[in-house]
């Protein structure tokens, strides 16, 4: 492949990315809102369309994550892969796994703390923890790259 031309589809798919990236990742806030105020049921008993429901949201926090980690160029070629992994990108995704690491070690002390005082099901615990992680992860990659958007 020419040179030019992979550098040319690596910055389009950064850019792509990224777009989807934002979006993807407001939409998830959106919908984990939405979630404890609409649509969470505390005590009831979990039926299969919350089994299908947790499923949706496990998947959409792994491909965020996915996102986070290839740069969008996990099913691309190696020389677009590599174009995507420079020196940066691997900079701003420490950044951004360091950010989410203290953010889910403080929500999982405040779970720790909330739990002496309520009952707190472990569903509940692990849906706002992995969420942090995730929204947290994303916001990071989002503002270290808000230049480009």
Same mark, same amino acid.
């Given at each position: !492949? ?24 407001? !939409? ?37 994550? !996915? ?37 889910? !070690? ?44």
């Amino acid at each position: !492949m020419d040179s030019n031309r992979v550098a040319t589809q690596a910055a389009r798919l950064q850019r792509r990315t990224r777009r989807i990236l934002v979006g993807s990742g407001a !939409m998830f806030v959106i919908w984990q809102v939405s979630y404890f105020t609409v649509f969470h049921r505390d005590a009831a008993a979990l039926r299969r369309v919350d089994l299908v429901a947790s499923i949706g949201f496990v998947a959409w926090g792994a491909a965020l994550l !996915m996102l986070v980690a290839t740069g969008g160029g996990a099913f691309r070629t190696p020389d677009v892969r590599a174009i995507l992994d420079d020196e940066l990108a691997r900079a701003e995704r420490g950044v951004a796994y360091q950010n989410a690491f203290w953010a889910v !070690m403080v929500a999982s002390l405040g779970a720790y703390l909330t739990a002496h005082l309520t009952h707190l099901p472990g569903r509940v615990l692990a849906h706002v923890i992995f969420s942090t992680g995730v929204v947290v992860a994303v916001a990071t990659i989002a503002w270290l790259n808000r230049r480009d958007l």
